[in-house]
């Protein structure tokens, strides 16, 4: 049975900047956000929110689990679709307030719409915005084609 999972006080400013001990910095409502990334590639897959508990779980079991803010609930990235994310590395920044995974995300993807990444769109900047909005309301381009069909996955 592994060791029950203490987080670290948090202390003055130099001591979370410049020590070992890991104190997450989580906000109001209890959650921490989480940016996942492949850890082969780099590219960025989601980025979603943790609380204690799925820190917890996530640390013990080495897969992703986040905390759903939508459902209210613990979400086991593929527990579902079976497209799970094993945990490679996990990370904070400097002031512990955000959490980075490095992941093998099993499957053909991580989005629920069916895609590799969650960020599949893209948004046009400088004079390429005014040439794809219209009538001033900002137009997003795919930039990824469908990796699964969700509808087969989440029956």
């Known amino acids: ?41 780099g590219e960025v897959l989601m980025v979603a929110y943790m609380n204690r508990d799925a820190l917890h779980q996530t640390i013990t079991i080495k897969e992703a689990v986040y905390y759903s803010r939508s459902r209210d609930q ?13 945990v490679t590395e996990m990370r904070t920044d400097c002031d512990q307030d955000v959490i ?16 590799a990444s969650c960020f599949y769109r893209k948004a046009s900047l400088g004079e390429e915005f005014s040439a794809t909005s219209d009538n001033s309301i900002a137009q997003l381009e795919f930039s990824e084609e469908k990796t699964y069909n969700p509808d087969e996955v989440y029956q």
């Open 74 to 86: 613990l979400w086991h990235k593929g527990a579902t679709s079976g497209h799970v994310q094993k």
């Open 1 to 41: 049975m592994p060791l029950p999972i203490e987080f670290a006080e948090r202390g003055d400013k130099h001591a979370i900047e410049n020590e070992r001990g890991f104190a997450p910095k989580f906000g109001e409502d209890g959650l921490i956000p989480v940016v996942t990334q492949d850890h082969a590639s």
């Open 100 to 115: 980075l995974l490095k992941v093998d995300q099993v499957g053909p993807g991580c989005c629920h719409v069916g895609y």
